[in-house]
């Protein structure tokens, strides 16, 4: 996926990124207008200059493409206020509590804290933004439906602080919601008693127009906020404190240093006071008009901070001037009162989908799988921005055009951001989360609309050409998380098309819930399908027929191991020593293979003529084809096909006698044998496997019967933990790719993979064949293996994490990683 982990600085502060905009419809009179002046110049100036004029003209043509939107009619038709049960979220994914509308300039609400007595100098230990670095010992959801409510748990050194938000809806404007953060004693530690917790929380507006903020007292008599957006008409934000007393108040009204710097703005107003009591206090400083004191400017950033005695609760609340008449305030006892309803209705429908208790699982192992649904629900996130890209037509990157993500992410704190091929697998287990038990109209159940809803939105990233970018990166937010060099998206480069996978599901199990309006999108969805499908088919074709290769392999660099294919999602995970264009990749095949499928499928469910796709589905899938290109006699596997020598090491190179900076030279790959054309047969693992994974190898193949016994052979793949990504005969298993580049698909377990591993182990059993017994023995041992896991990981450590140990099981790689990882849910309630 690019991840490029380990070249990610995480909290950096690039203030570098306001990118201009390029609307669609622009680019499209760009070209108009061009092939207007072209014919125009064909009249005037004659026959012999129109091979110049057509070819500046096409070049032109080509130069746009690669930022100009596939369609005029997007697929987003209502994203913002219309659906109200989806307006207000915690689409603030990056931050540890934050809330946001699904607007493009939407009003910003989130949560800062500190302990005064643990604050370092230069504002270290505030917390904000999701970072490794804060080292919290354990934060995220253990309940979130998406769309009503949530509660999260944070433990930050010896305190746990508890947030939790309830929406209502009404009025025009998408309602009201509470918000609530409660800090409290993790455990009695005489050492730490009475100590002061500082809770800002903070409103920001992104645009300013006619919109407007101001710091307000209410008869809660806290500094609170009323304002105007066009988003959201008249509202009031309000502070109470539910629990315990406030010691000290503070506020600040200014304008911000920056959106991705608000924590810093915070920072630099930070006062040192002597309150009444004569007790040294750590105040924000009130009124300041504009950063440097003179300008004035209305301000955008207000902040209340709340300095209080822990154990402290404070409600947060926002009303909307359009509701009309309340009932009452959602504050105090009756926000306690509507949480826990919340809670008991959330736990009965979890249980009702994923059938837990009746597969004998007791109260721990359901609350870490209900933590994990929430965590990848309320890692769903809206940004809006535009990305940058480049074609080979274009000689610098180029701005795409902007446009808003509704998406879930792989990582809150490593990456809070859309990645193309993580969003197909999170599908799997966003469109489960739907129910056929009554439809309650009240509570506004989180459902398989919002897969849809999130395909829906990444469709629309969609260029004329039927490319989407792999890595979203929209907004300043999610901008200033991304070093500059890793920004901009090449068109050349694919990534696994996963949402296949998220349609295959849907097709499989939830045809029968296919209504109308779900029906109506496929159908809107169906041309962009077939451009996406066209463009893996036809720009990643390998160089023999039925045969695929994943570009932007480098060919020459001498710094890699192996060079990475980062586009296949599986960066470091070896392929051939030697990049050509020659190569083909079995894993790439596959996945084209279930992409004609799903598309075959699609043309049956909608009346279209899927005829090209059958054929396609048929061709690519049939196994003798397979297996001519890619099984191995030799070593009895699937293989990837290209110039490639086993003999590669990294080596530092001898200095020169004369060189003076000897000790500085970087290790360089050394080729100790001639690459030449074969399968890559040597290596064994998760590539090895994709035949077996997308469930193309026939349930009679003899094949499956030798990829059943590898599994199982733990000098290969098989660990107590799951199945690792390379197997332990392999001969680049575990090793660096360079000497900055340490494993990352070498040998680790990933979820993602043993998901696939496990659904197909569920699909041979099933399949009347002589290999089902073993398919079912192995598939309970698989499954009970990496539930156990994971489930101990996380108890131990507090997180899901992006990669398991293939010798101890211990989490390694970022954390929290709530994308696929949380797939452990479906493998938990059998949904495949
Ligand atoms: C907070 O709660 C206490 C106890 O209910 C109350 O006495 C006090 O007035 C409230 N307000 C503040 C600002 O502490
Ligand atoms: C995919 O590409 C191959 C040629 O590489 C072509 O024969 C086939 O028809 C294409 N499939 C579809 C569905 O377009
Ligand atoms: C499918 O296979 C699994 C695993 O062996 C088994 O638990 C399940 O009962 C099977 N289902 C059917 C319908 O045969």
Not at 767 to 793: E, F
Request: aromatic letters at 14%; one cysteine or more.
């Amino acid at each position: 996926m690019a991840r490029q982990r380990r070249t990610q600085v995480e909290n950096k502060v690039d203030k570098g990124t306001n990118s201009s905009s390029s609307n669609g419809s622009n680019t499209a009179k760009q070209i108009k207008n061009k092939s207007g002046l072209l014919s125009y110049w064909k009249i005037i100036i004659g026959c012999t200059c129109l091979t110049v004029a057509i070819s500046v003209g096409y070049m032109g043509y080509l130069e746009t493409r690669v930022n100009t939107p596939y369609d005029d009619r997007k697929m987003v038709v209502s994203s913002g206020v219309d659906k109200p049960e989806r307006f207000w979220g915690s689409y603030r994914p990056g931050t540890y509590f934050g809330l946001k509308s699904r607007d493009p300039h939407s009003l910003l609400t989130g949560l800062m804290w500190y302990f005064p007595r643990r604050l370092k100098p230069g504002g270290d230990g505030i917390r904000h933004w999701c970072e490794q670095g804060d080292g919290l010992e354990k934060y995220g959801w253990l309940q979130h439906d998406g769309s009503t409510f949530g509660i999260q748990e944070i433990q930050d050194g010896p305190f746990i602080i508890t947030t939790s938000f309830i929406k209502r809806l009404g009025g025009l404007h998408g309602g009201d919601w509470t918000a609530r953060v409660s800090v409290d004693y993790k455990f009695d530690d005489p050492s730490i008693i009475d100590e002061e917790v500082s809770l800002l929380w903070y409103t920001a507006l992104e645009d300013e127009g006619k919109n407007y903020i101001k710091p307000s007292n209410f008869a809660s008599k806290l500094t609170g906020v009323r304002g105007e957006t066009s988003g959201l008409g008249e509202f009031s934000i309000k502070l109470f404190n539910y629990t315990g007393s406030v010691n000290h108040e503070s506020y600040l009204s200014t304008s911000y240093l920056g959106l991705d710097l608000l924590k810093e703005t915070v920072i630099s107003s930070l006062r040192l006071m002597q309150d009444k009591k004569k007790q040294k206090r750590i105040v924000l400083a009130g009124d300041i008009l504009g950063q440097d004191g003179t300008m004035k400017k209305p301000p955008n950033f207000i902040a209340t901070q709340i300095t209080a005695t822990v154990p402290f609760s404070m409600d947060v609340v926002f009303e909307s001037g359009s509701f009309g008449t309340r009932q009452n305030t959602l504050v105090g006892d009756i926000y306690t009162n509507t949480l826990n309803w919340h809670s008991s209705r959330f736990a009965q429908r979890f249980d009702d989908t994923f059938d837990l208790k009746a597969k004998g699982y007791g109260p721990k192992e359901i609350s870490f799988a209900q933590a994990a649904l929430s965590n990848m629900i309320g890692g769903i996130g809206y940004f809006y921005g535009a990305s940058r890209v480049q074609s080979v037509y274009t000689k610098d990157p180029v701005p795409y055009w902007k446009a808003p993500l509704y998406t879930a992410v792989p990582s809150r704190s490593f990456f809070p951001r859309g990645f193309l091929w993580d969003e197909g697998f999170h599908g799997l287990l966003i469109g489960a989360w739907d129910l056929d038990v009554e439809f309650d109209i009240l509570c506004h159940w989180f459902d398989l609309d919002v897969e849809f809803d999130i395909l829906c939105h990444w469709f629309d990233l969609m260029n004329v050409e039927g490319w989407i970018p792999r890595e979203q990166i929209l907004g300043v937010e999610a901008l200033a998380k991304v070093p500059q060099e890793f920004v901009t998206q090449k068109n050349t480069n694919a990534n696994p098309p996963t949402f296949f996978l998220t349609l295959q599901y849907i097709l499989r199990k939830y045809e029968d819930q296919l209504t109308e309006s779900r029906l109506t999108i496929l159908e809107r969805l169906y041309p962009r399908l077939q451009a996406w499908f066209t463009w893996f088919n036809t720009t990643q074709k390998g160089s023999l027929p039925s045969s695929y290769r994943w570009r932007g392999r480098d060919a020459h660099t001498n710094r890699e191991l192996n060079p990475k294919t980062l586009t296949s999602g599986l960066d470091d995970y070896p392929r051939a020593s030697h990049p050509t264009e020659d190569e083909m990749h079995i894993d790439l095949r596959c996945w084209i293979a279930i992409a004609a499928e799903v598309m075959s499928k699609l043309a049956d469910l909608l009346g279209r003529d899927g005829y090209k796709y059958e054929q396609t589905s048929e061709y690519l899938s049939d196994n003798e084809i397979m297996n001519k290109l890619h099984w191995s006699d030799y070593t009895q596997q699937y293989a990837d096909y290209g110039f490639h020598t086993d003999s590669v090491e990294l080596k530092r190179p001898k200095p020169s006698p004369r060189s003076q900076q000897a000790q500085n030279l970087e290790m360089v790959r050394v080729t100790l044998k001639d690459p030449e054309y074969r399968l890559v047969d040597s290596t064994f693992g998760y590539v090895s496997l994709f035949p077996f994974f997308l469930q193309l190898i026939k349930p009679d193949s003899p094949k499956l019967k030798k990829i059943l016994d590898d599994i199982e052979n733990p000098n290969l793949l098989w660990t107590n933990y799951g199945l690792r990504s390379l197997s332990k005969t392999s001969p680049l298993y575990m090793k660096r790719n360079s000497e900055h580049d340490p494993p990352y698909w070498r040998g680790q377990i990933w979820m993602n993979m043993n998901f696939l591993a496990i659904r197909a182990l569920y699909y041979y059993a099933n399949a009347s064949g002589p290999y089902s017994a073993q398919s079912s023995k192995i598939y309970r041992k698989l499954r009970q293996n990496v539930i156990d896991n994971l489930m101990t990981q996380y108890y131990k450590t507090g997180y899901l994490w992006e990669q398991y140990s293939d010798k101890t099981g211990e989490g390694s790689g970022c954390r929290p990683f709530n994308g696929w990882t949380a797939l452990v849910v479906l493998i938990m309630g059998e949904h495949y």
